[in-house]
């Protein structure tokens, strides 16, 4: 359950709006922020603070890439594979990440510490290859530097 | 020559700043215009948006109905995810407020009271960025109500995306604000009709917003001097792949490609031959190495070379690099990236990534070609909004213009 300041912070997010459904993107934002993912018990409680029938917020979560329905790591960490990355040598990026993290893509470390996703092109690159963790983006990004990169983060 | 959108003044992020070199006095002087002699002036202009279609801004705006009782909105869209586009997020970064006063001098134009910029999920870092340079313009009460004294109100709202790059289409982006599931609108009704919750609304790139300040201190006529007759102003080419120094470039419409890429972008890495250019993101028909000298990039000139600017995110790629390599990657963008809604763009996408890959482990046949190019041609026009055609152009005229070169890698691996 979302406490008072949080219900605040909603009515704030529908004031942008003429209809309160436009509400839904932000609200979800705050919901995952609180819990890590979106529930279908979080989906239950949104509809009713929104008046939006379950399924449609479903529909909504689904189709967002950024809209989780499940626990992911502490941290996600996405390497971009698109081309611009790719001619600045983002394979060998992603092969590094996987083999420092013990993971593969996809894959979720077992203290759940790190989800390692390769993702589309984030606007890097000028500055390719990029890596982007819990949307930070950590760009120019060498094999060399990947080592230091997780360390700091434990 | 002189920078319109990313001037080199460092700390132009803060108000104090963007004001000491005349910021904000656009504005100002719009406020004393009527609606009618601002969208006059930017269709003398000739301003064309930025965000790859190239449409007449003022054009554009005079759709919008001027008696209608239904509230009116802006959206500025900074979805910015067609690959090998980061130029607005240099905007957020460099010089917010300009794309902010162009904001309030588009809305006070169009008759608007809210105007939502929506800015893609990842750039979370550039929503911060843009959101501080709002809350500092709504302090000083220039967003808000009785903007610099006067009787016109505006709000503006960042509305965050959240990684679906269809959100970039204009009737997908107008669901997502509405929280709706974002699949694109048929056309007609155009947005200027019908647009959010079904009243008229007007959308343009946060590139296009950005020059309005300057077409409004200046004067349409002095903005339609620069660059390229047809096209014109300046561009934030954004150069990246095999080259020496990547990164976006404020340079006019027109300037050459040989002169982006060997006198700003520091030339090709290792020195090597160029094999093939992607001139504005990754949907926009490819050249061919051969084909740069002398090679204008504005819209008009493009056509002579048969691609567009689109977003003018300029790939460069050497003559080591695989041909079908990089097609097979930009395809399954594509396919990833389908909402699903229309058939051909979801299953058309998803056969020619298959094929493509094929072609790529070496297991390729004579015929994958003529296929895919077919395949090519039952997307595009098909489908209700254009990612259907930016699939298809990719694959149809990287064939078209490098059929041997796929041919013989082919034919190598039979």
């Known amino acids: 359950m979302i406490n008072e300041e949080e219900l605040l912070k909603i009515e704030n997010i529908k004031r942008k709006y003429p209809d309160s459904k436009a509400a839904l993107m932000p609200v979800l934002y705050l919901f995952q922020e609180k819990y890590g993912f979106i529930s279908v018990d979080s989906i239950k409680e949104i509809s009713q603070l929104l008046n939006i029938s379950e399924v449609d917020i479903k529909g909504v979560v689904s189709f967002y890439e950024m809209f989780h329905e499940k626990p992911k790591g502490k941290y996600i960490v996405q390497v971009c594979t698109n081309i611009s990355c790719m001619l600045c040598n983002s394979e060998n990026i992603l092969k590094a990440v996987e083999k420092k993290l013990g993971i593969k893509c996809g894959e979720t470390t077992k203290d759940n510490l790190f989800t390692l996703e390769e993702v589309e092109c984030l606007g890097s690159c000028g500055t390719a290859p990029v890596i982007s963790i819990n949307n930070r983006y950590y760009e120019n990004m060498t094999e060399e530097k990947i080592n230091s990169l997780f360390d700091n983060l434990k | ?414």
Not at chain 2, 80 to 103: V, W
Not at chain 2, 209 to 216: E, F, L, Q, S, Y
Not at chain 2, 320 to 333: E, G, H, W
Request: aromatic letters at 8%; hydrophobic letters at 35%.
């Open chain 2, 1 to 414: 020559m002189e920078k319109l959108i990313l001037p080199d003044i460092k700390g132009l992020q803060s108000i104090s700043v963007y004001e000491g070199i005349g910021g904000y006095t656009a504005i100002k002087k719009a406020l004393k215009m009527t609606p009618n002699e601002i969208i006059d002036e930017v269709k003398k202009s000739n301003l064309r948006g930025r965000g790859g279609a190239c449409f007449p801004t003022g054009l554009k705006w005079s759709f919008m109905p001027q008696n209608t009782d239904k509230p009116k909105y802006l959206c500025v869209n900074g979805d910015e995810s067609e690959p090998a586009s980061f130029k607005d997020r240099q905007i957020f970064e460099f010089n917010p407020h300009q794309l902010i006063e162009g904001t309030l001098i588009a809305a006070y134009a169009l008759g608007v009271k809210i105007s939502y910029i929506y800015i893609r999920g990842e750039y979370l870092s550039w929503i911060e960025m843009l959101q501080k340079a709002i809350d500092e313009a709504y302090e000083k009460n220039y967003i808000g109500k009785n903007i610099f004294n006067s009787n016109f109100s505006t709000d503006i709202y960042i509305h965050r995306g959240a990684g679906a790059y269809i959100c970039g289409e204009e009737s997908s982006l107008m669901n997502s604000i509405e929280g709706l599931r974002p699949y694109p609108r048929n056309k007609p009704p155009f947005p200027a009709q019908n647009g959010l919750w079904g009243c008229p609304t007007t959308i343009n790139n946060v590139e296009t917003i950005t020059n309005i300040p300057v077409i409004i201190n200046k004067g349409g006529e002095w903005f339609s001097k620069i660059g390229a007759e047809k096209h014109p102003g300046t561009l934030l080419y954004g150069v990246s792949g095999n080259v020496n120094k990547p990164g976006v470039y404020e340079l006019p419409t027109g300037t050459l490609l040989t002169d982006i890429i060997y006198k700003y972008a520091g030339g090709v890495k290792g020195d090597k031959k160029i094999k093939m250019i992607i001139p504005g993101g990754t949907s926009m028909p490819p050249i061919r190495g051969d084909e740069i000298e002398n090679l204008k990039m504005d819209a008009e000139s493009l056509k002579s070379v048969g691609s567009a600017i689109g977003t003018a995110g300029i790939v460069v790629i050497d003559e080591t690099v695989d041909i079908i390599k990089i097609l097979t990657r930009i395809t399954k963008f594509y396919w990833h990236e389908s909402c699903g809604q229309c058939t051909p763009c979801r299953e058309g996408t998803g056969w020619m990534l298959k094929i493509l890959e094929r072609i790529e482990r070496g297991e390729g046949v004579s015929s994958d070609l003529d296929l895919l190019v077919e395949i090519a041609n039952n997307i595009e026009g098909n489908t209700v909004c254009a990612l259907g055609d930016a699939a298809a152009w990719p694959v149809k005229f990287t064939i078209k213009k490098f059929r041997k070169e796929i041919e013989e890698r082919i034919y190598k691996s039979c």
